[in-house]
């Protein structure tokens, strides 16, 4: 399961549109380890001149590459953390998260790169292969 969602917001959703900030607390609460590396590199794109930044640790073990992959995976979820954050959120091998600052100067240009194929198969190793 994705998500620990209490009775409350279980509700909530059941009659209609649940309130972004209750969404984005859930995640916060469900998925500790993804929001804690999120958060970092958004911090970081934020405080940075060319607004990027990116986590090239890989998770401590499987239960936290599991939060990684579930918090990006989802579109609600990562579009939710990308409202939250004020970025927008690249992926690549289980745990290289990216966070792109809008104000960072060709913000269009470096997302695309990050996110094309080249740049993934620049980005494999050995050590990756079951992530």
Do not use: K
């Not at 972004?20 to 934020?46: K, M, N, Q, T």
């Not at 990562?78 to 913000?107: I, K, M, T, Y």
């Amino acid at each position: 399961m994705s998500l620990t969602v209490g009775d409350r917001l279980l509700e909530s959703a059941r009659r209609g549109e649940v309130p972004e900030d209750e969404f984005v607390a859930c995640v916060r609460d469900s998925l500790p380890y993804a929001w804690e590396v999120i958060g970092d590199v958004a911090a970081r794109s934020h405080g940075t001149d060319d607004g990027f930044a990116d986590n090239q640790v890989p998770p401590p073990d499987e239960t936290a590459r599991g939060q990684l992959l579930r918090a990006l995976a989802s579109d609600a979820m990562r579009g939710a953390l990308e409202r939250h954050f004020g970025v927008r959120l690249a992926f690549q091998n289980c745990h290289r998260v990216a966070a792109f600052a809008p104000h960072g100067p060709d913000h269009a240009e470096r997302y695309a790169r990050f996110t094309s194929p080249r740049a993934q198969l620049l980005n494999q190793s050995p050590d990756l292969v079951d992530c």
